[in-house]
């Protein structure tokens, strides 16, 4: 009988034709993904911002119980100065007061920190003012403060020129030193001083719009020979701060500003334009009345520049549902 002899196969190896489409499934696979997780992460910061957005009307309705109605958010202070203390600034010392140690009732919402006698509240924007305060006058202002109505690890308080730096903010605000709220997205390099704390990279302005309870339109002009009716939101509440640019990207406009106070850039966008994309973007388009009507016509529009950094743009962030 012959012999049966019994061979040991050999393992099989991939051949390249085999690795290959691997290695192609493989990179269809993180092309898929990559996209999927930039979409999430994205709705990961939009959820984040909205969640700040409602410790800050949480923190509103506290104020606005305390003290009776919201504050104002037009662009100028108590002293009637043009462009001197905007929405965005008045927000932040509503809710933590321009020093972060909380609002003082006696505040007239100016620019110089000071009520109306002269006598300054806080320590800021001139610490030396404050500083000749008496122990006692220290003490009793520190007691009369009420807040800060938001937690200052979350608040994202940062001053002017953290954001657009020295000597851009001074041709049209009178002090840098002046805080605002940030949102959570984080383009801005800090422009930190040494030996200043905070994050390296902040996020832009949180803009803030006060509703006018008188306001009977949301339109941007009045057929000729007519009064143009009151109107909800005045969209020049934040205009000159709009206006200083995008500190990250001295190349785009903001749609709801104009030029570029960083690099002298011409103006791209003109009033009326600049007009019509903040209503176009507040507007309650489920209410079909001639006059038009906002969101949220009896309180307030919080507006973050969302993932791009620019306001006015589709991934703006707001404290409604559109």
């Keep these: 009988m012959k012999a049966i002899i019994t061979r040991r196969k050999s393992e099989r190896a991939y051949t390249i034709i085999e690795l290959l489409t691997v290695m192609s499934i493989v990179i269809v696979l993180i092309g898929l993904l990559v996209p999927a997780l930039s979409v999430v ?9 909205r969640a700040q957005f409602h410790a800050i009307d949480v923190a509103m309705e506290l104020f606005s119980s305390e003290f009776e109605g919201y504050p104002d958010s037009e662009e100028l202070d108590q002293a009637s100065t043009p462009a001197n203390y905007c929405g965005a600034m008045k927000l932040c010392e509503a809710m933590m007061g321009q020093d972060l140690l909380g609002f003082h009732p006696d505040s007239d919402f100016r620019a110089d920190c000071q ?8 320590d800021n924007p001139s610490p030396t003012s404050f500083n000749s305060l008496t122990a006692t006058e220290k003490e009793d202002n520190l ?9 200052r690890e979350n608040a994202n308080g940062y001053r002017l020129r953290n954001i657009y730096g020295t000597g851009n903010t001074t041709s049209t605000f009178t002090n840098e030193e002046l805080f605002v709220l940030c ?15 905070g994050k390296t990279k902040i996020g832009m302005p949180i803009l803030y719009y006060k509703a006018n309870p008188a306001g009977t339109t949301h339109l941007i002009s009045s057929p000729p020979g007519t ?7 005045d969209y020049k509440d934040n205009y000159d701060l709009i206006k200083l640019g ?4 001295p190349n785009p406009v903001h749609k709801l500003g104009g030029s570029n106070a960083n690099t002298g850039s011409p103006v791209t966008v003109s009033d009326a334009d600049a007009e019509a994309a903040f ?18 016509s009896d309180s307030y529009i919080l507006i973050s520049a969302g993932n791009d950094g620019l306001y006015g743009t589709r991934d703006d962030v707001f404290n409604f549902d559109k």
């Design 41 to 49: 992460k994205k709705y990961g910061r939009k959820v984040k911002q």
């Design 115 to 122: 009520d109306s006698a002269g006598k300054f509240l806080y």
């Design 143 to 151: 007691m009369a403060r009420r807040g800060p109505f938001l937690q």
């Design 183 to 197: 949102d959570v997205y984080a383009n801005v390099i800090n422009k930190r001083n040494t030996g200043e704390r």
């Design 227 to 233: 009064t143009l009716p009151t109107a909800y939101y």
């Design 246 to 249: 995008v500190p990250f990207n």
């Design 279 to 296: 209503i176009n973007i507040t507007k309650d388009n489920m209410i079909n009345i001639s006059s038009g009507a906002p969101f949220r």
